[in-house]
């Protein structure tokens, strides 16, 4: 009985220092992408794609798990699900992307908070899923909260809300689509890859290309770019398996706070008082969204026991 407990114990440490060292690497994402200002942020993005691919498939050829992509892809309903998942994620990385190389760390940070809110009301509306009292609160807060920044701003914070949207669908299709967590990345860097790779043959006639035209630390981290997007999604796939949804719907907060942390104290981007208010109603949303989802696992977990 001991062994048993001493492995399982083992297995959630090891699914929590995974999930919790993806959440730390797409927090601190800004630092190296900062690294790459000299290339524009859809070149940026072509090299993430396809590097990706490459050490994705790598991985699965190390693994044995080729024949899960070739499952997905004959599959005619799971291939265009996910050719809709590739389309949105490879968005989101180009918006992200963008943002931070711009000089909005910030607002990028914005949109991860917002981005749980989004995908309930997601479920609400397309999977017709219901919300109690406590999540319609945590909703009507953080939309008083987008409000606010935009009264403030003097616009909607569109890359925030773009951001939480294209990253809210991709995992709705995703939650909709049986296939390998790793498999399924597989497949939409792979669909998406010969565009993006098309894109880099282009520039490289039309004389744009940054790859090999500058010095070869900005090559190694273009050739990085890839395993930096692919590692923390194979550890994320590994350790959410491992570790209970409430520990994992807490500890994806820690991305968007250094990402915050990160645009305040090292890029040195405005928070001024009337934005700190507003992002404060996001998180008091979140602090009551995040509350209610504890304290319905805690209730439940005394029938678990009993049944």
């Given amino acids: 009985?001991?062994?048993?407990?001493?492995?399982?114990?083992?297995?959630?440490?090891?699914?929590?220092?995974?999930?919790?060292?993806?959440?730390l690497i797409w927090g601190l994402l800004p630092l190296y992408l900062k690294q790459l200002h000299d290339t524009g942020a859809l070149q940026i993005m072509a090299h993430r794609v396809v590097w990706a691919c490459l050490f994705v498939f790598g991985y699965l050829a190390l693994r044995g798990e080729l024949g899960k992509v070739g499952a997905a892809l004959r599959d005619h309903r799971t291939r265009l699900k996910l050719a809709a998942s590739a389309l949105l994620v490879?968005?989101?990385?180009?918006?992200?992307?963008?943002?931070?190389?711009?000089?909005?760390?910030?607002?990028s940070s914005l949109g991860y908070f917002i981005n749980p809110l989004v995908s309930v009301l997601l479920g609400v509306f397309v999977l017709r899923e219901k919300l109690n009292?406590?999540?319609?609160?945590?909703?009507?807060?953080?939309?008083?909260?987008?409000?606010?920044?935009?009264?403030?701003?003097?616009?909607?914070?569109?890359?925030?809300?773009?951001?939480?949207a294209s990253f809210g669908a991709y995992g709705l299709i995703r939650k909709m689509v049986v296939v390998d967590s790793v498999a399924?990345?597989?497949v939409e860097t792979l669909l998406v890859a010969p565009l993006m790779l098309a894109y880099l043959v282009w520039c490289t006639y039309a004389g744009t290309l940054s790859f090999g035209?500058?010095?070869?630390l900005l090559d190694a981290l273009l050739i990085a770019s890839?395993?930096?997007?692919?590692?923390?999604?194979?550890?994320?796939?590994?350790?959410?398996?491992?570790?209970?949804l409430s520990t994992v719907g807490l500890?994806?907060?820690?991305?968007?706070?250094?990402?915050?942390?990160?645009?305040?104290?090292?890029?040195?981007?405005?928070?001024?008082?009337?934005?700190m208010l507003g992002f404060a109603m996001i998180w008091a949303a979140l602090f009551v969204f995040a509350g209610e989802g504890l304290w319905r696992a805690h209730r439940a977990r005394p029938r678990l026991a009993t049944a």
Avoid: K
Wanted: charged letters at 10%; proline letters at 3%; hydrophobic letters at 55%.
């Fill in 213 to 216: 035209a500058h010095d070869r």
């Fill in 1 to 23: 009985m001991s062994d048993t407990l001493t492995s399982a114990e083992a297995d959630y440490r090891r699914g929590f220092a995974a999930t919790f060292g993806a959440f």
């Fill in 184 to 186: 399924g990345l597989g």
């Fill in 133 to 164: 009292r406590a999540q319609w609160l945590a909703v009507a807060i953080a939309t008083l909260g987008v409000a606010w920044l935009t009264w403030q701003v003097g616009r909607l914070p569109w890359i925030a809300l773009g951001l939480a």
């Fill in 251 to 275: 500890m994806q907060y820690v991305g968007p706070t250094l990402q915050l942390l990160t645009g305040i104290f090292v890029f040195h981007e405005a928070f001024t008082a009337e934005r």
């Fill in 90 to 107: 490879s968005g989101n990385w180009l918006l992200y992307v963008w943002a931070v190389t711009n000089g909005h760390v910030i607002e």
């Fill in 226 to 244: 890839g395993a930096v997007t692919a590692i923390p999604l194979v550890m994320f796939a590994y350790g959410v398996r491992r570790v209970p």
